[in-house]
């Protein structure tokens, strides 16, 4: 360090240009034209060109550990009658109904068992018997939360459901 070098005081916001130096001690003025007196061990060189020729290494950002459990997409169930059963035209609407209702269900006690955290519903957009019926069962369950799938429109095809 030498006059006329320009420093900056470790852990401190402050620096300016050397005016003196006496053996350990080093005099300097700030940018308001006050003097400074502090040791050579709490002042570093303020020198932009100091870094210019370091080659910055890039390292591997780490990934993030994750259960397997909760790696799995949700689960997804879709109540439209003729991914139930093979042949639909020879169930009445009753008979559909109970059925659809019966899978419903199952899949949440299924969910209960294996701890998975989300199912959606898909029940599609009709005349809204099967969304009040699937609406009532989440109603009568325990621990868990249910939404429209999609929130921006008034009226969705699929409800999600989050288990506690």
Do not use: W
């Not at 019966?102 to 006690?109: M, Q, R, Y």
């Not at 018997?129 to 969705?156: A, G, P």
Request: overall charge neutral.
């Amino acid at each position: 360090m030498k006059i006329g070098d320009k420093v900056s005081v470790v852990d401190e916001d402050l620096s300016g240009v050397i005016t003196s130096v006496k053996v350990n001690i080093v005099v300097f003025k700030d940018e308001y034209g006050f003097t400074h007196q502090y040791p050579k061990e709490k002042l570093v060189p303020k020198d932009a060109d100091l870094y210019e020729n370091i080659r910055v290494v890039r390292k591997a950002e780490p990934k993030k550990i994750i259960s397997k459990k909760h790696q799995k997409n949700h689960l997804v169930l879709d109540l439209h009658f003729h991914n139930l059963v093979k042949n639909p035209n020879d169930y009445d609407s009753f008979e559909r109904l109970f059925i659809q209702k019966e899978k419903l269900i199952e899949v949440i006690e299924f969910c209960r068992k294996n701890n998975l955290k989300r199912l959606e519903i898909v029940h599609g957009i009709g005349d809204g018997t099967l969304q009040r019926m699937v609406r009532d069962v989440l109603e009568s369950q325990v621990n868990i939360d249910f939404y429209n799938k999609e929130i921006l429109h008034h009226q969705s095809g699929a409800v999600m459901v989050e288990f506690h």
